[in-house]
């Protein structure tokens, strides 16, 4: 801490940790010591300790019900939660509709070969919605999609 | 872990402080009493993937702190400011809290300037002074429950205490530099 006899800004953040013992011991007793010289950094503390004060002194709200017992019904028509899951199948991450297309798709290739051969088939696009990454900007993995180290 | 039973005493334990802390939060009781109950419903879904050495108060908080935000999110009242790059380091003008009598903060007319003052500031302020001064939060669990350091957590609630110190004395009319 600064020096008492010099005048200096209060340490908020040390005053702060002080407060709460969060500092360690041999900074707590420095800052002791300090504080029993430094009236502005005491006063200061003051203010600090009157805010906890008055947060003790905010209504102390309550929910006025059982929530367990309205959890409890919902629960009840839940499944029990489980530690393993199976895995989703890739098609599970596609939306129905993209689904549909591609069958769609699929049927009408099928039955351009099998009415006007297969030579004269033009290339379809549409397959290539079975392509490793799906169109739409659908992820099978987060890997797929998102850079690492993003966050932040 | 897993019976029903359990989990609602569970839920009998901490209802009120988690529907406190939502309330805080966001500031509107009905909104809250829906977000604390998603919170329980949620938190029995994520019992498989609790782990037991993660004190349950503090995921359960966790998970009450993300509810929170998604639903300040979703009304777009979130305070974007990041106090995690730069403020952090930077000085705190302790003129900021200018003398504040403990008779002032005491009397309940000004605790509702306190109220007042406390949601106007940024949620990452806002966050961290109700698990610290509400919950009585060690500095370690806070960093748990909000995922940064301590030391973040150390300079963050100091600077979170001045300024809702300063708002404070906004409305009471005083002025620092009087």
């Known amino acids: 801490m600064t020096d008492p006899v010099r005048p200096h800004l209060p340490d908020m953040i040390r005053l702060s940790g002080y407060l709460d013992g969060e500092l360690d011991g041999a900074t707590q007793r420095e800052m002791e010591t300090h504080l029993a010289a430094c009236p502005p950094c005491a006063e200061r503390l003051a203010e600090l300790r009157a805010l906890t004060a008055a947060f003790d002194a905010l209504p102390q709200d309550t929910l006025g019900f059982d929530l367990a017992g309205m959890i409890a019904g919902r629960l009840a028509a839940a499944p029990r939660p489980s530690p393993e899951r199976p895995a989703p199948r890739w098609w599970g991450l596609l939306p129905a509709s993209l689904g549909a297309a591609a069958a769609l798709t699929l049927g009408t290739g099928i039955g351009s070969v099998l009415i006007g051969g297969g030579a004269a088939m033009p290339r379809m696009a549409a397959m290539s919605v079975f392509d490793t990454l799906p169109p739409g900007g659908l992820c099978l993995g987060p890997d797929s999609c998102y850079s690492k180290g993003a966050r932040k | ?178």
């Open chain 2, 1 to 178: 872990m897993g019976d029903r039973p359990a989990f609602e005493r569970l839920v009998r334990r901490y209802q009120d402080r988690v529907f406190r802390f939502i309330l805080r939060m966001v500031g509107i009781r009905d909104e809250a009493m829906d977000l604390a109950q998603e919170t329980f419903l949620k938190a029995y879904r994520a019992l498989p993937g609790w782990r037991p050495e993660a004190r349950f108060s503090t995921w359960l908080f966790q998970i009450a702190r993300n509810a929170a935000l998604d639903a300040l999110r979703r009304r777009r009242h979130i305070d974007f400011v990041s106090l995690t790059s730069g403020p952090d380091e930077e000085a705190i003008d302790p003129c900021d809290t200018a003398p504040l009598p403990e008779e002032l903060l005491a009397d309940k007319q000004r605790i509702g300037l306190l109220e007042r003052a406390l949601r106007e500031l940024p949620v990452e302020q806002r966050e961290i002074l109700l698990l610290r001064e509400l919950e009585d939060m060690s500095y370690a669990d806070i960093a748990a429950t909000l995922n940064i350091e301590v030391g973040t957590v150390k300079s963050r609630i100091a600077r979170a205490r001045v300024a809702v110190l300063a708002h404070y004395r906004h409305h009471a009319g005083e002025s620092c530099h009087d």
